[in-house]
């Protein structure tokens, strides 16, 4: 039944669109926090997807989080030497998350996710005109 | 074994399989519209039809002597049939999905199936009123 794969492809998506949405929210949330859980400056995470086979054949292909990264990005030095968290020079270590970037992230993210969820809504009419053949 | 019934149906029940399983491969490429390095797959539908219809596709017979050969079989039966998109717009993570050319195909199957099952109903409408006796 390909049709029903279709739920199965486009739900990994969603679910990995919500994912990659969600990290961008982490990161946005903490373009500022100086000091994270670690005690060290918050550095700003990527997803990484990955295709993954569904249903044990190989033409339905939904997508997976493969992992979420650490930006290599080099971290933001602020000039504030009144700042208790900064270094010997005067100098705070800000997170390296990169405001523009989330942003057309998150607006691809929730494109993408909006896609998915249409796939998924022509799938379910689709199935329903099926078993509503010969009535 | 197959009576009048089955021959009327059988084209369109194929058509249906094969826009059912485009709809699959298309889902796959939008589903994938972010993975690197994922190629965007599609069949070609004439084709496929004319090889489905006169049984041309799988994989072909292999000649077993023995039992513990291997039958070469695939998982599907139109799994032969799907072939990598020709590339619109090349993207630097080797991603070949086009998100407009991918909707608008999704879109368009989604009609022809809607067309193939109306085939379907029409058929069986007409041949419910030829076997009623007024």
Do not use: C, W
Not at chain 1, 76 to 94: K, L, W
């Amino acid at each position: 039944m390909s049709m029903l794969n279709v739920f199965k492809i486009a739900g990994s998506a969603l679910n990995a669109q919500s994912v990659r949405m969600n990290t961008t929210a982490s990161n946005m949330a903490n373009v500022d926090s100086v000091v994270g859980p670690d005690g060290e400056s918050y550095k700003a995470k990527q997803v990484v997807f990955a295709a993954k086979p569904i249903g044990g054949t190989a033409d339905s292909i939904g997508v997976q989080v493969k992992e979420v990264v650490d930006s290599a990005a080099p971290m933001r030095m602020v000039y504030e030497p009144a700042n208790p968290a900064a270094n010997a020079d005067g100098y705070v270590e800000m997170p390296n998350v990169n405001v523009v970037e989330e942003m057309t992230n998150m607006i691809s993210a929730s494109r993408s996710y909006q896609a998915n969820a249409e796939v998924m809504n022509t799938a379910r009419t689709l199935i329903q005109r099926t078993l509503s053949i010969g009535q | 074994m197959t009576n009048r019934l089955d021959q009327e149906m059988q084209f369109h029940q194929t058509a249906l399989n094969l826009r059912a399983y485009r709809q699959q491969l298309l889902s796959s490429n939008i589903a994938n519209a972010d993975t690197p390095n994922y190629k965007a797959k599609d069949i070609d539908f004439t084709k496929a039809l004319t090889g489905a219809l006169n049984m041309r596709m799988g994989p072909i017979a292999l000649a077993t002597t023995n039992a513990g050969h291997q039958q070469g079989k695939v998982a599907s039966p139109f799994d032969s049939l799907a072939q990598y998109r020709n590339v619109t717009q090349a993207s630097v993570d080797g991603n070949t999905v086009d998100m407009d050319v991918e909707r608008a195909a999704f879109a368009e199957n989604a009609l022809h199936y809607e067309a193939s099952i109306t085939f379907i109903n029409g058929l069986l409408r007409s041949m419910q009123s030829a076997m009623q006796n007024q």
